[in-house]
């Protein structure tokens, strides 16, 4: 019944976002907090969620994230090589 793997996912940018954190040291709880900071209301399972390509992520929270990360928003929907 599982469908196509790419329809099943909720969002095409979750799993960079994930990288992204790993590589600046932060944790989920930590991104959360920055995201907070920024007016996001977001909280840790939600981000685990978006991480995990289970959860929609809104253009509002996809500005956040990237400046959080200290990212340009392009970089979110780079693909790795």
């Known amino acids: 019944m599982g469908g196509n793997v790419i329809m ?7 799993a960079k976002i994930k990288t992204l954190r790993k590589n600046k040291g932060l944790t989920q709880e930590q991104l959360t907090a ?9 909280d840790r399972p939600m981000v685990s969620r978006i991480e995990n390509q289970t959860r929609e992520i809104v253009d ?10 200290g ?6 929907f780079e693909e790795d090589k």
Do not use: R, S, T
């Open 71 to 76: 990212v340009k928003i392009e970089q979110l």
């Open 8 to 14: 099943d996912k909720k969002n095409k940018i979750g």
């Open 60 to 69: 509002y929270e996809i500005e956040g994230v990237a400046k959080a990360l």
């Open 34 to 42: 920055k995201l907070n900071v920024e007016g996001i209301n977001i």
